[in-house]
């Protein structure tokens, strides 16, 4: 069964540990805490800490993995846009796009032009 919460079946202790962790700037590049002092700080070893704190990590991951492996309707895995080496991400992302039937967001409202160039009205404009 796949699970409806991305935190469903944290248990108390993981939460408690994941919050001052992040609170703390653990998981700051460069991390502004040390694990043994934010530990410590929690009245917990190191090693229980750590070991919350990865399990902690591990449950969203573990209940988002269902739902990242999902397939579109023609059976084909769902896959990030890469960028290519010549045209980047962009004409990747007009590919999905356009498979599944969704018009550019810069085509939205953009009202009509003329052989000038000039905008034409749009909706709601006189």
């Not at 700051?28 to 704190?53: C, K, N, V, W």
């Amino acid at each position: 069964m796949m699970p409806m919460h991305l935190f469903q079946d944290l248990t108390d202790r993981q939460i408690g540990v994941l919050v001052p962790a992040y609170e703390h700037g653990l998981f700051d590049g460069p991390a502004q805490s040390r694990m043994t002092t934010i530990a410590r700080r929690e009245g917990l070893s190191r090693s229980t800490f750590g070991e919350h704190l990865r399990k902690g990590i591990a449950q969203p991951v573990r209940n988002a993995c269902p739902r990242l492996k999902l397939r579109d309707a023609k059976g084909a895995p769902l896959q990030r846009p890469r960028a290519s080496r010549h045209g980047g991400v962009e004409p990747r992302l007009e590919a999905l796009r356009e498979d599944a039937g969704v018009p550019h967001p810069k085509r939205f409202g953009s009202g009509s032009r003329d052989a000038a160039g000039s905008q034409g009205p749009t909706p709601g404009s006189r």
